[in-house]
């Protein structure tokens, strides 16, 4: 993906595709994905808009570049388990998308196409392959912890994005949220509800990420799978 190729004449381009990228990445980094525009990397690397054509055919090729370029090299598999490691795979994929959450943005609802997404993916794929489990069934697995990091990164960015902007009277993470239930919840009508907030099951966290949370509903998932391992191999 991307164009590195010279032109056929005049002067060869003082830049390559690396640059460009790692440029646009700032400014996600910096101003978010709406900061990103052919013009604005053009100024960022000291170019004319026109020229980053010779390197990337459109803005939208750019971002997938950029989506594959910012995300990190997959944990290395080790010898761990497959339960073990696709935990720590799980983390360290919701974990990328809170540091750079401009990535949420570019969407996570399509194939990976880039060479380090392909990693991830193939490494999934490769903690799975003792299981006795297809490569259908591999890949759906894939897919689905995928979903649920990508999950809890969005939720876990909008809840703390709305933190941050809001007045000092704003919610202020999970406990903050139990009490502001607590102070309008109808009894009669949320029954179950309220006895929830009372018995403190939205937790202490003072953050709206807690890692607590995260891993139940993981284990709930890695579960499953172990489930369907265990019945293609009973």
Known sequence: MGRETSPRHGPRPSLDLGRIVDAAIRIADRDGLEGVKMSSVAAEVGMATMSLYRYVGSKDELLIVMADAAAPEPPALDGRSWRVYLTDWTRANRDFLL?????????????????RSLRWLDRALAALADTGLGYGERISIATTLTGYATRQAALAHALNRTAVDATDDSIAGLAGYGDI???????????????????NAFGVAEEWIDNAD?????????????????????
Do not use: K, M, S
Request: glycine share 18%; no cysteine; charged share 10%.
């Open 99 to 115: 540091g750079r959450p401009w990535l949420l943005a570019l969407g996570q609802h399509t194939p990976p196409a880039g060479p």
């Open 181 to 199: 239930l607590g102070q309008v919840l109808d009894p009669g009508g949320y029954p179950e509800l309220t006895a929830a907030v009372r018995a």
């Open 214 to 234: 995260f891993t139940f509903g993981l284990d709930l998932l890695l579960d499953g799978i172990q489930a369907l391992i265990a019945r293609g191999n009973g």
